[in-house]
């Protein structure tokens, strides 16, 4: 109803197809710049700074867009956001992992440190 939707005919399909071929290109191209990315983050420990209760549970959770604020701030590494997934809820002060899929092939595992504010 809203056209967000396209019938999936020759047309359409070879259209998808071309787009898809132009981005895995620009992808490609781009895995040099994602490696630089994942060697300046290797061994480094983002902190991520959340206002706690005193048990240490930290009021709402960490998100993939604190992250990707984190890394911009930090370490001058900018990321979307979609493109962070982390592993498990972070709503406790701790240590975590989270994973950082540029492409298929340069997928760097970050740690962060979420310490209480």
């Given at each position: ?17 071309d ?10 191209k ?19 700074g ?5 048990s ?20 001058d ?7 962070i ?33």
């Amino acid at each position: 109803p809203q056209g967000h939707a396209l019938i999936a005919n020759d047309t359409n399909r070879r259209r998808l197809a071309d787009l898809r071929r132009r981005q895995d290109a620009k992808e490609a191209k781009m895995v040099g710049t994602y490696q630089e990315f994942a060697n300046k983050l290797e061994g480094k420990v983002l902190r991520i700074g959340a206002k706690a209760g005193t048990s240490g549970k930290i009021f709402g959770s960490v998100t993939n867009f604190q992250i990707a604020a984190a890394l911009k701030e930090q370490y001058d590494v900018e990321i979307e956001r979609k493109k962070i997934e982390i592993d498990g809820d972070v709503k406790i002060l701790g240590d975590y992992k989270a994973t950082l899929k540029f492409h298929k092939e340069v997928q760097p595992i970050i740690d962060f440190q979420v310490v209480g504010e």
